[in-house]
């Protein structure tokens, strides 16, 4: 049987990047881990924000939070020294934050690919630790795109459609919501349990732990010797 943990997170989210890696190191050492399916979902932290209304991360955090500039760049420096921790490489100076809708329908695009996991590994190195913006610019995506194995005139034309997998997008959000998720990451699973945040490694492993020894086995009822279909062919009735 097979253990789904379904993450919904945001490109845009730094504690989404931090999160990924953690859990990523609590499964690697999961007993299980060759049985369990991750599914990543969408979820953004700016809903609505238009393509092309792009700001430095700095001014964002200070308009959004109420926070000085001196206390943003802190923030930035903690969530840098957090990744490193992780091992992962961080910008903590010069980001900039703008809409994420089309990165999204990119991932469920990849999702049907089989390539989900390495383009949402493309996109945060690539907003979080390089220095080329991945928002507004649809050539910067293509690239990624191609990165993670995919083929550059379909990841096109997706993007060019602003209607594709948009529907599917909202659906991961109106479920988020519905779930009860009202921050990312959050990470559900089985669809029993829930873990909010870019928790420790420890936690991680705790609810796989959990998750995966509640799980039920298929519970046969008597079947009273009723006849059956099955790989060898189906019994036929004998008449005397």
């Known amino acids: 049987?097979?253990?789904?943990?379904?993450?919904?997170?945001?490109?845009?989210?730094?504690?989404?990047?931090?999160?990924?890696?953690?859990?990523?190191k609590a499964l690697a050492a999961f007993p299980h881990?060759?049985?369990?399916?991750?599914?990543?979902?969408?979820?953004?932290?700016?809903?609505?924000?238009?393509?092309?209304?792009?700001?430095?991360v700095l001014?964002?955090?200070?308009?959004?939070?109420?926070?000085?500039?001196?206390?943003?760049?802190?923030?930035?420096?903690?969530?840098?020294?957090?990744?490193?921790a992780e091992g992962l490489a961080y910008r903590t100076h010069g980001r900039d934050h703008g809409s994420t809708f089309d990165m999204h329908r990119l991932l469920?695009?990849?999702?049907?690919?089989?390539?989900?996991?390495?383009?949402?590994?493309?996109?945060?190195?690539?907003?979080?630790?390089e220095e080329r913006s991945v928002f507004n610019d649809d050539d910067r995506l293509l690239d990624l795109a191609v990165a993670a194995g995919?083929?550059?005139d379909a990841a096109r034309e997706v993007l060019t459609d602003p209607d594709a997998y948009a529907d599917?997008?909202?659906e991961d959000e109106r479920e988020a919501a519905q779930l009860g998720a009202h921050g990312v990451?959050?990470?559900?699973?089985?669809?029993?349990?829930?873990?909010?945040?870019?928790?420790?490694?420890e936690v991680f492993t705790q609810a796989l732990t959990q998750a995966w020894g509640d799980r039920s086995p298929l519970t046969l009822l008597d079947d009273g010797g009723a006849e059956?279909?099955?790989p060898d062919g189906c019994a036929v009735p004998q008449h005397g």
């Not at 989210?13 to 859990?23: I, L, S």
């Not at 469920?108 to 630790?129: I, M, P, S, T, V």
């Open 59 to 84: 001014t964002m955090l200070t308009k959004k939070y109420g926070m000085t500039e001196a206390q943003a760049q802190a923030g930035e420096d903690n969530l840098g020294a957090q990744a490193a």
């Open 228 to 230: 059956a279909c099955g």
């Open 185 to 201: 990451p959050f990470f559900v699973l089985d669809r029993t349990y829930g873990v909010s945040g870019a928790q420790p490694a």
């Open 108 to 129: 469920h695009f990849a999702k049907a690919e089989g390539k989900q996991d390495a383009l949402l590994d493309r996109l945060y190195r690539a907003n979080f630790a």
């Open 168 to 170: 599917a997008v909202r």
């Open 1 to 24: 049987m097979t253990l789904r943990v379904e993450i919904w997170s945001d490109i845009a989210c730094p504690w989404c990047y931090v999160g990924k890696a953690r859990f990523e």
């Open 150 to 152: 995919l083929d550059k």
């Open 33 to 56: 881990r060759d049985q369990v399916e991750v599914v990543h979902r969408s979820f953004e932290l700016d809903p609505g924000r238009a393509k092309d209304d792009i700001q430095p």
